[in-house]
């Protein structure tokens, strides 16, 4: 345990900023799964493509917050919308 009081801080802080993260990550996780599943039902395209403008933004903010990296949310972003275009 630490004993000086900004490490005291710094091990709260990291331990908020770890949950807000975990909470960030599964949210996103979970909205991609929607979609995904969405995709193979061939679901309305019109919400699907709503669905995946909310995703787009929250991996957008994720980047900015340092959940994930630039290229990791381009990569799931480009994944998305290839499959959303997949459907007829």
């Not at 990296?69 to 959303?84: F, Q, Y």
């Amino acid at each position: 345990m630490a004993n000086i009081k900004s490490s005291k801080k710094r091990i709260v802080q990291n331990a908020k900023r770890s949950e807000l993260n975990k909470n960030r990550k599964s949210r996103i996780r979970s909205s991609i799964k929607k979609i995904d599943s969405a995709t193979l039902d061939k679901k309305n395209k019109a919400e699907l493509s709503k669905n995946f403008l909310k995703v787009e933004s929250e991996l957008a903010k994720s980047v900015n917050k340092g959940v994930y990296k630039k290229n990791t949310a381009a990569r799931l972003i480009s994944r998305l919308a290839k499959k959303i275009k997949s459907i007829n």
